[in-house]
């Protein structure tokens, strides 16, 4: 690419977990002649994988949170706190929900899911969705505040049955039981079958979890099969008109694309997530690229977890480089299986890796190790580089 201008702007929107690793390796390897900035919409971007440990009280809040303002410093990247709802790509611009936009020669996109709340009526009003994780995690702390008390919620419903809504049932569970409150109750509700998603003995295990929950005061409850009609004030009511008695509703269900990208023009799949080549570019647009939930890969579909989104950081970056210095760009086929580990309330959780699935303390204990571990890495960063232009990155 000749006549490449000395320096170009690369716009990462989103602070999700592919694009917090990309800076931390910007931060270790800069970029000549590449502008990073960073539109997010939460300045604290949350770990998800140790959100359930901090509803069971094994992490503080502070212990799954990224600083994105002090990641962006290191990375030598002008963070701006926004939302996007658009984008021209004519003129390059990245429309905000203020009304301002943001320029970019290269952009990447990093935004995650939105939770599916419009299938259940009351949900917007009465539940706490789980996403966006720093959101939920603000609330989870004040319900928190409220459990101590003894009017405080003592019924709790978590709508959703896949591994996040496992481990949220039963680290509200670890918690209740902590605080002396064995007679709160914690339902999970599943539309379909327990863990639909995962391998039959996996679902075996959980399934022994549960029924081992249940020999003892304070068990968590399954309800399958009857998805959550509505949220309501103190009740959830299910599709077989049956009513569970309900202070505080945690939805974790099904994944949905964000409504700002129907209306951008961009290529998106069948479920209205962003379409993508193997090498993380858009279908028809070589300088747009994008990473994590919000995309899928046509050629290698894969579930929506964090695993593969933090795997794409490395080829996404790789790419934007090659893309900025003209060089070709590598395809990234990302990996079939993943080790999921489903943690179960206290120090226990599910180890499963394909057809394989183990229960026991050393699996929480690997699970504990492979998340300190991740936010170790951004917790020593290098010291913040001087910003590249100075400007607040409304070039
Ligand atoms: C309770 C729970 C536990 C989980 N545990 C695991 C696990 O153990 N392992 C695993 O592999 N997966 C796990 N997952 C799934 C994992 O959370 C997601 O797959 C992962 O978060 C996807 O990362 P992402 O980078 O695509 O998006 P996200 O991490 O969701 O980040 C998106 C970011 O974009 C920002 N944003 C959104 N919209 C805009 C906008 N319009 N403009 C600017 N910024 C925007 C948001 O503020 C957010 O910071 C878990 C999920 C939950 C809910």
């Known amino acids: 690419m000749t006549g490449v201008p000395a320096t170009r702007t690369m716009l990462l929107v989103g602070g999700g977990h592919t694009h917090a690793l990309l800076l931390r390796a910007l931060a270790r390897q800069p970029e000549a002649g590449l502008r990073p900035v960073l539109l997010a919409r939460e300045l604290r971007a949350a770990y998800s994988g140790m959100l359930p440990g901090f509803v069971a009280g094994h992490y503080a809040r502070a212990a799954l949170e990224i600083d994105l303002p002090r990641l962006a410093a290191c990375a030598g990247a002008e963070i701006v706190a926004g939302q996007a709802v658009g984008i021209d790509r004519t003129a390059r611009r990245v429309h905000l929900a203020d009304g301002g936009s943001l320029a970019y020669d290269l952009l990447s996109i990093d935004v995650g899911i939105v939770p599916a709340l419009d299938g259940i009526d009351g ?58 409150l064995a007679d709160g109750r914690v339902t999970l509700v599943a539309a379909g079958p327990l863990l639909a998603g995962s391998s039959r003995l996996a679902r075996a295990l959980a399934r022994r979890a549960l029924a081992h929950s249940a020999l003892r005061p304070g068990a968590v409850d399954l309800v399958e099969a009857d998805a959550v009609a509505a949220i309501l004030p103190g009740r959830v009511r299910l599709h077989s008109g049956r009513d569970l008695a309900c202070d505080l509703a945690l939805v974790t269900t099904g994944a949905r694309a964000p409504d700002w990208f129907a209306g951008t023009g961009l290529p998106l799949d069948g479920r209205g997530f962003l379409a993508l080549r193997p090498t993380l570019q858009l279908l028809d647009d070589d300088d747009i690229f994008a990473a994590g939930d919000c995309a899928a890969v046509l050629e290698h579909p894969r579930p929506k977890a964090g695993v593969f989104a933090v795997r794409q950081a490395g080829p996404l970056l790789d790419n934007l480089r090659r893309r900025h210095r003209g060089q070709p760009l590598r395809p990234f086929t990302p990996q079939r299986r993943y080790l999921m580990l489903m943690a179960l309330g206290g120090r226990r959780a599910i180890a499963a890796w394909g057809p394989l699935a183990l229960a026991g303390g050393w699996a929480w204990t690997w699970k504990d190790r492979i998340d300190r571990a991740f936010m170790a890495g951004f917790h020593d960063l290098p010291s913040p580089m001087a910003a590249p232009d100075g400007g607040n990155g409304t070039g």
């Open 123 to 180: 949900a917007a009003a009465h539940a706490l969705p789980v996403k966006p994780v720093s959101a939920f995690a603000a609330r989870w702390e004040q319900a928190l505040a409220a459990l101590s008390r003894p009017d405080g919620p003592r019924s709790f419903a978590v709508v959703g049955a896949g591994v996040a809504g496992l481990e949220l049932a039963f680290a509200l569970r670890h918690r209740l039981d902590t605080m002396g």
